[in-house]
């Protein structure tokens, strides 16, 4: 018997085994939900962006996913003091034709550092600040939860001092945590990373209140088992206490441009391709993040 026909035979052993273990195999793990991740999307008129957009989309659809998370910083920038009302309203108006394109999946998002008009004209403005974004993004309030197939999802708010979580968000996870029976799998979505290497790069950019929150997970780790995030424009994955903790990259990569020095091949923020992440999650609490790289 040659090599080639030795593997060929390792091959189909391997196969045969599996298909005699496929009762207990699937009783043990079946996939129950797949997510499509997007984040940092930074919709704006310039560089075509919509366009691009719209052929992402397209792509992600062929993965057939049950939903869409949407990681925050949805439009290009609306936080720099120099931005005017006429231009928050146009990323919000191009947005929501993006919007559009979705049909009819189902779309949660967070807030993106980003997506807030704090240059309003004062605070009581109906386009300042958070409230404005959730009404944009039709979220039910800037945090929440909601579950989805014996899974539980977490949306948190990160911005706060920072990058962090306020004592009334914090009050709030603490009891929504508690009240979950034992051993209910738990995604939490942010959009500062919760825990990362990445942002070792970048100058920063992780939650502040990490240990508050590694802490809090150590209390619930019969439940949480993954925490998904953006911000960075970079991929990484960090397993800390058992839970997994992902930072997907942008998928306007360079914010749509083409990149600079630093940046490794055209569109890519340092090493990172745009791109989006789909999700798959099983009924044994396990978690598959598979980034996909978009070519524009």
Avoid at 36 to 45: C, Q, V, Y
Avoid at 198 to 214: A, E, P, R
Avoid at 216 to 229: G, N
Avoid at 244 to 260: I, T
């Amino acid at each position: 018997m040659n090599r080639r026909e030795s593997i060929k035979n390792i091959g189909l052993s391997a196969v045969t085994l599996s298909v005699g273990d496929t009762t207990t195999e699937a009783n043990a793990r079946k996939r129950i939900l797949r997510i499509a991740h997007i984040t940092d999307i930074h919709i704006r008129p310039e560089h075509d962006a919509p366009n691009r957009f719209r052929r992402c989309i397209d792509e992600i659809k062929k993965h057939k996913p049950d939903f869409f998370l949407n990681g925050g910083d949805t439009i290009y920038a609306a936080d720099y003091q120099n931005i005017t009302r006429e231009r928050v309203d146009e990323q919000w108006r191009i947005w929501k034709d993006c919007r559009a394109l979705l049909g009819e999946y189902e779309l949660y998002s967070c807030l993106g550092n980003h997506d807030m008009w704090w240059a309003a004209p004062s605070p009581q403005h109906e386009m300042y600040g958070k409230e404005h974004v959730v009404q944009q993004l039709k979220m039910p309030k800037r945090y929440y939860s909601f579950d989805k197939k014996g899974w539980h999802f977490i949306v948190l708010d990160s911005n706060n001092k920072g990058g962090s979580l306020d004592d009334e968000q914090r009050a709030w996870l603490e009891a929504d945590l508690a009240k979950l029976p034992l051993n209910t799998p738990v995604l939490v979505m942010s959009h500062y990373p919760l825990l990362a290497a990445c942002t070792n790069l970048d100058g920063g950019g992780m939650h502040t209140d990490f240990k508050y929150i590694v802490n809090l997970f150590y209390q619930h780790k019969d439940k949480i088992k993954t925490c998904v995030s953006g911000h960075i424009h970079l991929v990484d994955r960090v397993v800390y206490n058992d839970v997994q903790y992902f930072c997907n990259g942008a998928l306007s990569g360079f914010w749509w441009e083409e990149g600079d020095k630093n940046s490794a091949k055209k569109y890519y923020y340092l090493q990172t391709p745009p791109g989006y992440a789909i999700i798959d999650l099983y009924s044994d609490g396990s978690v598959v993040n598979t980034y996909h790289a978009h070519t524009f």
